[in-house]
């Protein structure tokens, strides 16, 4: 083997080695995103499940526990003298539970997630895809960062509403917002 064709085997053997180690950087860039989105997903959904459990007891579950928060709950373990008074006594409030009471007396009102998606879908004609309404809503509420899965899973919610409609094309989901009926 020359020392020619050595050289140009080395050649290629570096630059093969630098750009695997760069594509091997950009994969744990992306697996260290996701990994953030998840922690974030896990975290709402720890908060999700810990007012779940604390609004399981109450007798008719379609009170919303803003409309309940300042009275005692009637359940079985409440009605034990002991535990009765505990649960009178200032409960420990988790954030949440804060952010839900701030917004339910209106405060420090944030527009549901499903209403500025609304309102995105009412600016255009044309269908919308999810990836375009998200990438608006970052631009618009720099505050509002919500996962790609969120902002599906929400116009979904609104399909199942009937206050926006679902289009099909080939693989791709669209979404326009329905035009109300004015009486």
Known sequence: MSSESAATLRSRYVAQAASDLEDNRRRQKELEDRLTVLKQEEALLADILELAERYEGFADANRLPEQV?????????????????????????????????????GKS?????????????????????????????????????????????????????????RH??????LYTLVEKDSD
Not at 144 to 154: E, M, S
């Open 69 to 105: 928060q300042d009275e005692p709950a009637v359940t079985e373990a409440s009605q034990k003298p002991a535990r009765a008074s505990a649960r009178r006594s200032a409960p420990a409030k988790s954030p949440a539970a804060t952010t839900v009471k701030a917004g339910a007396k």
């Open 168 to 173: 099909k094309q080939e693989r791709s989901v």
């Open 109 to 165: 009102h944030q527009p549901l997630l499903g209403e500025l998606l609304s309102e995105l879908l009412g600016q255009y004609e044309e269908p919308r895809s999810a990836k375009e309404l998200r990438e608006e809503l970052l631009e618009k509420h720099p505050d509002r960062n919500p996962t790609p899965q969120v902002v599906r899973n929400t116009l979904e919610s609104l399909v199942a509403k009937g206050r926006i409609r």
